[in-house]
């Protein structure tokens, strides 16, 4: 399959799932990996109930429809693998073993394969065998705890976990590996858990909360809302606003430019001022619109931004301007990231159907069309 990025020759098989895994493969789907995605028989219970079209994160790759259950799945998976440079898995730990496609076969079978796994509580642990979702494991890990109001916890969709601590370390973690083996020669087995990778992310804060920086409540602090120069503020039509202003140039700026008076501002960073601060500035904020305050600070030197929903970020001028969102065949979406300068990635295809490129993905990874019938035949491939 051609296609373009700079992954482009690098080919994946990716056990379908939800959540993590489905977002981990589009990161690399997009940078141009050539990924089977060996989707399971209709009836699964996961994933959200809408048309293949709007899975976006199934976008730029192929399915084959495979009952990883039946006894002869694991033969025919395994030769996949000796074809493949990466396989990625996000059953809860053990299931892959039992279904004969755990590293150890998987490696044995291709000893330059790196085999990636995403799991919510890690391989390992009290916790391992058990179920859970994004909320689950950002609690654990102090991030869900530092995230919302003072009054409770808000959580934070399922970036935290999920995409977040979960994709991105699988998708980093991938591509780290396979370029150790280009020194190596070898393979290796990738273990990401979202409990990890969200508690990754917390790292500069643990490091303010030793340093006794940061307090461990929320909206307390100059990142977490606590802070009236890096908050949200409601505007006269019932809109937000969303100042940023850390560094003292821009917050006496976006003071100027509010008409809020600076007199008593003394240290921006000195709490005790904060809650009256944050009074004013809200006062302020909610004698103009959101579209007219962004019209005066269009230009101008302060940290000021519309908050803008879903329908809207893709007509904002900037994200216009860059292609941030691109239509793909009428379904609005955002375009592959990060940008490279000489082997730009793309979405090469809409979402699939499951299933939908069964024989055609078969026949380019090498199984001839006797094998593809025999598969059919004994309930291999549905």
């Given at each position: 399959m051609s296609g373009s990025g700079p992954l482009v020759g690098i080919r994946v098989i990716e056990l379908g799932g939800v959540g993590p895994i489905p977002f981990a493969c589009q990161l690399l789907a997009d940078l141009g990996a050539d990924i089977i995605r060996l989707d399971r028989p209709p009836?699964?219970?996961?994933?959200?109930?809408?048309?293949?079209?709007?899975?976006?994160?199934?976008?730029?790759?192929?399915?084959?429809?495979?009952?990883?259950?039946?006894?002869?799945?694991?033969?025919?998976?395994?030769?996949?693998?000796?074809?493949?440079?990466?396989?990625?898995?996000?059953?809860?730990?053990?299931?892959?073993?039992?279904l004969g496609l755990g590293p150890e076969e998987c490696m044995a079978a291709n000893p330059r394969l790196v085999y990636g796994r995403m799991t919510g509580w890690g391989q390992d642990g009290p916790l391992a065998q058990a179920p859970g979702h994004d909320i689950n494991y950002i609690a654990v890990t102090g991030a869900l705890h530092a995230i919302g109001t003072a009054q409770r916890?808000?959580?934070?969709?399922?970036?935290?976990?999920?995409?977040?601590?979960?994709?991105?370390?699988?998708?980093?973690?991938?591509?780290?590996?396979?370029?150790?083996?280009?020194?190596?020669?070898?393979g290796q087995v990738v273990d990401a858990a979202m409990v990890d990778g969200a508690a990754s992310l917390l790292t500069m804060f643990f490091g303010?909360?030793?340093?006794?920086?940061?307090?461990?409540?929320?909206?307390?602090?100059?990142?977490?809302?606590?802070?009236?120069?890096?908050?949200?503020?409601?505007?006269?039509?019932?809109?937000w606003l969303a100042v940023g202003s850390n560094e003292t140039r821009f917050w006496r700026n976006t003071l100027r430019l509010l008409?809020?008076?600076?007199?008593?501002?003394?240290?921006?960073?000195?709490?005790?001022?904060?809650p009256a601060m944050k009074e004013r500035v809200a006062a302020a904020v909610a004698t103009k619109t959101r579209d007219e305050w962004c019209a005066l600070a269009d230009g101008e030197e302060v940290c000021l931004a519309p908050v803008l929903s879903l329908s809207?970020?893709?007509?904002?001028?900037?994200?216009?301007e860059r292609q941030t969102f691109v239509d793909v065949d009428g379904v609005v979406q955002p375009a592959p990231a990060p940008r490279f300068s000489r082997t730009p990635g793309a979405i090469s295809r809409p979402p699939a159907?499951?299933?939908?490129?069964t024989d055609e993905v078969l026949a380019d990874w090498g199984f001839s069309a006797d094998r593809i019938a025999?598969?059919?035949?004994?309930?291999?491939l549905r």
């Open positions: 009836g699964y219970d996961g994933g959200a109930p809408i048309e293949a079209r709007f899975n976006l994160t199934n976008r730029s790759r192929r399915s084959a429809a495979v009952d990883l259950k039946n006894p002869g799945a694991a033969a025919a998976v395994l030769d996949l693998v000796r074809a493949a440079d990466v396989l990625v898995e996000g059953f809860r730990p053990g299931v892959a073993e039992r916890p808000v959580p934070p969709l399922n970036l935290a976990g999920d995409l977040g601590g979960g994709s991105l370390y699988l998708a980093f973690g991938v591509v780290a590996a396979l370029l150790e083996r280009h020194t190596s020669g070898r303010f909360h030793a340093a006794g920086y940061w307090e461990d409540a929320r909206a307390s602090n100059r990142l977490d809302s606590g802070a009236p120069f890096y908050d949200v503020y409601e505007t006269s039509d019932g809109r008409g809020v008076d600076e007199e008593g501002m003394t240290d921006q960073h000195d709490k005790s001022t904060w809207e970020a893709p007509r904002h001028p900037h994200l216009r159907e499951p299933g939908e490129h025999e598969l059919r035949s004994t309930g291999v």
